[in-house]
Every structure is written in C-alpha cells, then in structure tokens.
C-alpha cells in the first residue's frame, strides 16, 4: 500500500506538468485528419490526456464507442477505483490527497482505493 500512495504522489508531480503542456503540430495534423473524417481510430500511449483537450473524443467499449482516441496507457486527468471500476475527473482535493501520500476514497463503494487511471506494471 505504502507503495502506491508514493506512487500517486509521483503522479501528482506528473499531472501537473501534463496540464501544463500544449498540443504539439502532430496533435494538431491529426485532429485535423478527424475533421476530414479521414481517420478511423487514434491509439495513444501518452497518459497527458492532450488529444482530449483539442477535442477528439476518448473510446470506451461501453460508454463511448463512438470516440475517436484509444488511451492504451489511461488518462492522468482521471482516477479509477480498482475494485468497482468507478472513474471521476481529477479533483484538486484528490490531487492534494494523493500529493500527501493518503489514500482517496471511492465515492461509489467506500474502498480507500482510488489511483490514476494510468496503466501499471501489474496492471
């Protein structure tokens, strides 16, 4: 346990950092590719969530299968609980939680679980 609360709270540093950062010209040829609807799927390894913040819609199998781009490694932008799979947009109370290595409750089933929804090792 002790070792993913370290974890989140090199992630916090991470996160920061992600939103600092701006769409590169690739990011943008390839938003520009969606608009022509010349492009059937985007795959991304990145955690930054920036195909997000220009505005190509993230994939999920269930909730929107519709969505261009597929977050093969997550999304820092996000948590996820392990044990009920719930998802919420990052807060400034989780983050600052994270940060003083504590863990984050799941508002949906009360475990104290809650971690960036970024793709582990273990995962």
Known sequence: MLLLLL???FF??????????????GHLAIAQLH???????HYTLNIDGL???IGMDTWHHEKHPEGI??????????VVCPS??????????VM???KACQPVLCKACQEDEM?????LYDD
């Open 84 to 93: 009920c799979h719930a998802v919420e947009r990052l807060s400034g109370a």
């Open 69 to 78: 781009t597929v977050e093969m490694h997550g999304n820092i932008s996000y």
């Open 35 to 41: 608009e022509l609807h010349k492009l059937q799927r």
């Open 96 to 98: 600052s939680t994270m």
């Open 115 to 119: 971690r960036y929804k970024v793709m």
């Open 12 to 25: 916090a540093q991470i996160y920061g950092e992600a939103k600092n950062s701006r769409a590169s010209p």
């Open 7 to 9: 974890l989140q709270s």
């Open 51 to 53: 195909a997000e913040a």
